[in-house]
């Protein structure tokens, strides 16, 4: 059963605006949310996370919004750039310490982002 | 920052022969790895939590005697396929995380090819 979901497969952008990426949850005892980017042919690397005590977390052009009581957090990325065209995975983790690596992901979100 | 790196990141090799995959932490020590195997269109899979001086943790599913990991050192972990068989032909990627952070840091990953 998967308890990330990403609906959507792909978004495509132009240069320039936002890109949101959306991701929901089933579990709630999920405290931690991390999104990953991958390249093809290239592990995933760690973009932004957010704890639960938190709404939100900004790290430069990428903003990550939780949203506890939807279960659901979303990453907006502004503005979008055509070096962002990627995978992102959307991950989940119940507990840092203890079950550190223990992620559930989503099936990941393809964005292209055209001049 | 943190590095994480596999090698060899792609190996192709006959039905039926073993081929094992390093991941290394080249300047932290890791006493727990992950590694992880990416199905086409799927998310990443947990396969099993590689853990310094014991026996790996698999996850369900996962079938110990074909993928035996090793984790000899605090910077060293390895996954051998054994008698490896088409269907074992994917992305392996491994992950290590530095002790009481909530980021995990990938290799680059490692694409098996089996004839």
């Known amino acids: 059963d998967q308890q990330v979901k990403q609906n959507s497969p792909s978004l495509s952008v132009q240069e320039g605006r936002i890109s949101i990426l959306n991701c929901d949850y089933t579990?709630?005892?999920?405290?931690?949310f991390l999104w990953y980017k991958k390249y093809p042919a290239e592990g995933p690397t760690f973009l932004i996370s957010?704890?639960?005590?938190?709404d939100k977390n900004e790290d430069g052009r990428f903003t990550v919004f939780l949203n506890k009581s939807a279960k659901h957090l979303s990453l907006h990325i502004v503005p979008s750039q055509p070096g962002d065209s990627a995978v992102y995975f959307c991950?989940?983790?119940?507990?840092?310490?203890?079950?550190?690596?223990?992620?559930?992901f989503g099936r990941g979100t393809q964005l292209t982002v055209w001049p | 920052g943190a590095v994480v790196s596999q090698h060899p990141s792609r190996v192709i090799c006959k039905s039926g022969t073993s081929v094992k995959i390093e991941c290394r932490s080249l300047?932290?020590?890791?006493?727990?790895m992950f590694w992880y195997r990416q199905f086409p269109k799927k998310s990443l899979m947990l396969m099993a939590t590689?853990?310094?001086?014991?026996?790996?943790?698999?996850e369900q599913g996962v079938e110990k005697d074909k993928f035996l990991i090793n984790h000899a050192s605090l910077t060293l972990s390895t996954l051998t396929v054994t008698s490896a068989h088409p269907e074992d032909s994917s992305f392996y990627i491994c992950?290590?995380?530095?002790?009481?952070?909530?980021?995990?840091?990938f290799g680059e990953g490692s694409r098996l090819t089996v004839l």
């Open positions: 992950s290590a995380g530095l002790a009481g952070a909530g980021e995990l840091f």
């Open positions: 579990n709630s005892m999920f405290d931690y």
């Open positions: 957010i704890s639960s005590i938190k």
């Open positions: 991950a989940a983790s119940a507990g840092r310490g203890s079950t550190l690596g223990r992620l559930y």
């Open positions: 300047d932290f020590q890791a006493t727990t």
């Open positions: 590689s853990n310094e001086g014991s026996k790996a943790t698999y």
